[in-house]
């Protein structure tokens, strides 16, 4: 009998003790997602539960000793569960948003990077730190669908030396062109009597200035030589000349540019190798009829806009164009001679490793140009029409290659050697005492 109220005594004082652990614990903090349910293992048998808004959190009664909590809604709610015994127990549940499709899409994303995702009502913060402002900018357009404001906390690691993009590259032109002429243009003085000139008029020759007429009409006439083309003959006692023009001509150019530029990855970068010339231009408005002076860029340019893909591949958009001025089809305007342009230019996509070239080429201009001219009836003769006629052939052949060569090279060290230009001889060299000459030759070096 003693035995059995020990226990009873003791059972009342673990009740006791139990008791006054719940009324002395603080508020239990339970989170939540929207749709999803857990349940509370009470301590002590309960007599009735109740909750701040039943519009957030649904709580019922399972058993005697468990309670069943279902969030509804966002936001956050107090739950107070009363035991059989009098005493109480409070807990804060906040209801968020399910965010394991967000984290997991982040994840697969962005597997490298930290980042974390809390929500408190409808909106969401992004926490971590990632490596540079595209991926803060893109997991903040990836999280706003989840939640109707996104506060993106998140740190940008310090930013490291870019990837660069060194482009080689080589124009190559070749130029080639050939003339042939001939032409014979005939000239008399008062040879039988007569005075004047035969030719077909495409290469002239000479000029009458003055001509006499009567006795002694060979000595009264004058002709002025203008050209006397690459053949020239005169027979003083026959008063008869001949001018021939019997030309072969061949010209070869050869054009090397080589061309070096650096830019970072995804920016273009530019050269010119050349000048611009000036251009007049009529105003309209009230300055109708003035002239301004614009001035046209021409020579060998380049643009491009390199791309390092994930694989160190380099994505390269190239704009080569090579110009010159053209005073064949210049035009005269107002006392100004103004020249056109040859151009050629190509654009073009292509991908690379490291290190490979490739060759743009077939850029060929071929031009033949034949003019032929002739007198009529005096041409159709046997072997003197030859005589009369004259003929002009040009030839000209150009041929553009562009050699491209991308590299990825990243900048100097602040240790490393830094490049120098190598010269003949040093730049202006102090003079030592006992030193007769300021500028010495390099085999001789400086006297003491």
């Known amino acids: 009998m003693r035995e059995i109220k020990q226990l009873c005594l003791a059972s009342l004082l673990l009740a006791a003790a139990a008791s006054l652990v719940l009324a002395q614990g603080g508020p239990e903090e339970i989170r939540l997602t929207v749709g999803k349910s857990i349940v509370i293992d009470y301590p002590a048998d309960i007599a009735r539960i109740s909750t701040s808004n039943a ?25 107070v569960v009363w035991s059989k015994a009098g005493q109480r127990n409070f807990y804060n549940i906040t209801v968020e948003q399910n965010l394991e499709p967000l984290r997991r899409l982040l994840k697969e994303t962005f597997p490298n990077e930290d980042i974390h995702v809390q929500s408190s009502r409808d909106s969401l913060s992004l926490t971590g730190r990632v490596e540079n402002k595209d991926v803060y900018d893109r997991a903040t357009a990836l999280a706003t ?51 004047g000139q035969v030719g077909t008029g495409q290469f002239s020759s000479t000029s009458p200035s003055s001509v006499g007429g009567g006795p002694g009409a060979a000595a009264a006439s004058v002709f002025s030589i203008s050209n006397a083309l690459n053949i020239f003959a005169f027979r003083p006692d026959l008063n008869l000349g001949a001018f021939i023009e019997a030309l072969q001509q061949k010209n070869l150019l050869q054009t090397l540019d080589e061309p070096t530029l650096v830019t970072t990855d995804g920016k273009e970068a530019s050269f010119l190798v050349g000048g611009e010339f000036p251009i007049p231009v009529l105003q309209g408005g009230a300055n109708a009829g003035a002239v ?23 994505r390269l958009h190239v704009k080569p164009e090579v110009s010159a001025l053209d005073y064949t089809n210049a035009l005269s305007f107002n006392g100004f001679t103004i020249p056109a342009l040859s151009s050629r230019k190509m654009e073009t ?28 009836g005096l041409a159709s003769l046997p072997i003197l029409g030859n005589l009369f006629k004259s003929r002009s052939i040009t030839k000209s052949n150009t041929e553009l290659v562009v050699l491209v060569t991308p590299e990825i090279t990243m900048p100097l060290q602040p240790g490393d050697v830094k490049p120098n230009v190598a010269a003949p001889r040093p730049f202006l060299v102090p003079v030592t005492p006992g030193t007769t000459e300021a500028f010495p030759e390099p085999s001789k070096g400086r006297t003491k």
Do not use: C, W, Y
């Open 292 to 314: 301004t002076i614009q001035f046209r860029e021409f020579g060998v340019r380049l643009n491009f806009t390199p791309v390092i893909t994930g694989n160190n591949n380099i």
């Open 349 to 376: 996509n292509v991908e690379l490793g490291e290190g490979q070239s490739f060759v743009i080429a077939g850029l060929i201009d071929n031009q033949v140009t034949e003019t032929l001219s002739k007198i009529p």
């Open 55 to 79: 519009e957030i959190v649904d709580a019922s009664p399972v058993t005697g000793r468990e309670v069943l909590v279902h969030g509804k809604a966002f936001g956050t709610v107090t739950l």
């Open 145 to 195: 669908p989840f939640g109707k404001t996104v506060v993106n906390n998140m740190q940008i690691a310090e930013a490291r030396a870019e990837k660069q993009v060194l482009l080689r590259i080589k124009f190559a032109e070749l130029d080639r062109s050939a003339a042939n002429s001939f032409a014979v243009n005939l000239v008399s003085t008062g040879a039988t009597n007569t005075i």
